[in-house]
């Protein structure tokens, strides 16, 4: 078998610190545990993330690269608003089926105060990128539109906050329900 190269260890470090932080939070993640993890010596993981702020904002970007391909594949392959928001919501339930996971950048954002700037500033775009691609599909205007698509997205957050916490993703389920009843969503 051919050794492992620089991108493989980079990229299953990237795969491993994500499972931490999407199970866990931020403040969960260990080089120490990580290079357990991965089967290589914590040195390697400071030579492709010399601190973990490093770690964390490669992981968030990341996130925000796939989410964003996401997003434009789904504008590209639907056009009803509805169906839509059910692709969207529907990213947010697979993570809670894949071992009861969270938003990456959504339990970064309940760790914010604890974040370095480099961090931040990957959560930040995260956002952004959301609250655009919402604010166009929901086709909000105004001079609140951006608040509106930011209030959606935190009760999707928080939907899946509360199934994770009741550890039961019928709990998300029976909550983007309601929030189509009420009208949060098409």
Not at 28 to 36: G, M, P
Not at 99 to 104: G, P, V
């Amino acid at each position: 078998m051919p050794p492992e190269t620089k991108i493989d260890t980079r990229q299953a470090i990237m795969d491993a610190g994500q499972a931490v932080v999407q199970a866990r939070g931020y403040n969960a993640l260990s080089f120490r545990e990580l290079a357990k993890t991965v089967g290589i010596k914590s040195a390697s993981i400071h030579y492709h993330f010399p601190t973990k702020g490093d770690l964390g904002a490669a992981l968030a970007k990341r996130y925000t690269e796939t989410a964003a391909a996401g997003l434009e594949r789904v504008l590209a392959a639907t056009p009803d608003a509805s169906e839509r928001i059910s692709h969207y919501t529907g990213v947010f339930r697979a993570a809670l089926l894949n071992d009861n996971r969270m938003c990456l950048v959504g339990i970064m954002a309940a760790e914010k105060t604890d974040l370095p700037a480099e961090v931040l500033v990957e959560v930040d775009k995260f956002v952004a990128l959301n609250v655009a691609w919402l604010t166009q599909v929901l086709g909000l205007t105004g001079p609140d539109a951006d608040a509106k698509a930011l209030a959606v997205l935190s009760a999707v957050n928080g939907a899946q906050l509360m199934a994770r916490g009741g550890g039961d993703v019928a709990i998300y389920d029976r909550t983007i329900a309601a929030y189509r009843t009420a009208g949060l969503l098409p």
